[in-house]
T-cell receptor
Framework: DAKTTQPPSMDCAEGRAANLPCNHS???????VYWYRQIHSQGPQYIIH???NNETNEMASLIITEDRKSSTLILPHATLRDTAVYYC????????????FGKGTMLLVSP | NAGVTQTPKFQVLKTGQSMTLQCAQD?????MYWYRQDPGMGLRLIYY???????DKGEVPNGYNVSRLNKREFSLRLESAAPSQTSVYFC?????????????FGPGTRLTVT
């Protein structure tokens, strides 16, 4: 897995877009970027993943730079329920699809 | 469709006691995983099972054993609990597909060893 770097914490006002950055400068060509989140006391939840194109689903958008060295997870209209730790994982070479979770970014959404 | 279920939700053990954490999934997934999470830390992989009848060690397997009883169930056993095993334990299963690192997690078991 490529090493990822995320800010330890971020704040966002309710209703505004939350943009969570992730640096993965050593990512290799066959590694995907995955995002998970963990709401307090719950199990992690898959959000989205991408290889090189931007991706969007009902939860979020993922923007990957052209050189693939960084990405941004966008929650377009953050709500209080989006307060969670967000994990960025760059992986793709594990035969058993194991995940390595770092410390992530604690996103606090405030009223 | 319950997803991934874990029992018990909470457990307190004395040092040296044994117990088994149960996990089941109803999504017909082949791969299942056990993680532990210590306060302020990310998740660490204990064991995983790529299919029924197979298991492999993860990052922190010492002090644990696992059984993949059938496709649905994957249990984690602590033979002689130690205070260092106080943690929150999560079970997960993986959606099939290539690539797929989409894992679905259970609600966790909070274990305290005194």
């Amino acid at each position: 897995d490529a090493k990822t770097t995320q800010p330890p914490s971020m704040d966002c006002a309710e209703g505004r877009a939350a943009n969570l950055p992730c640096n993965h400068s050593t990512i290799s060509g066959n590694e995907y970027v995955y995002w998970y989140r963990q709401i307090h006391s719950q199990g992690p939840q898959y959000i989205i993943h991408g290889l090189k194109n931007n991706e969007t689903n009902e939860m979020a958008s993922l923007i990957i730079t052209e050189d693939r060295k960084s990405s941004t997870l966008i929650l377009p209209h953050a709500t209080l329920r989006d307060t969670a730790v967000y994990y960025c994982i760059a992986t793709g070479d594990s035969g058993y699809s194991t995940l390595t979770f770092g410390k992530g970014t604690m996103l606090l959404v405030s009223p | 469709n319950a997803g991934v279920t874990q029992t018990p939700k909470f457990q307190v053990l004395k040092t040296g006691q044994s117990m088994t954490l149960q996990c089941a999934q109803d999504m017909n997934h082949n791969s299942m995983y056990w993680y532990r999470q210590d306060p302020g830390m990310g998740l660490r992989l204990i064991y995983y099972s790529a299919s029924e009848g197979t298991t492999d060690k993860g990052e922190v397997p010492n002090g644990y054993n696992v059984s993949r009883l059938n496709k649905r169930e994957f249990s984690l056993r602590l033979e002689s609990a130690a205070p260092s095993q106080t943690s929150v334990y999560f079970c997960a299963s993986r959606r099939e597909g290539v690539p797929s690192y989409e894992q679905y997690f259970g609600p966790g078991t909070r274990l305290t060893v005194t």
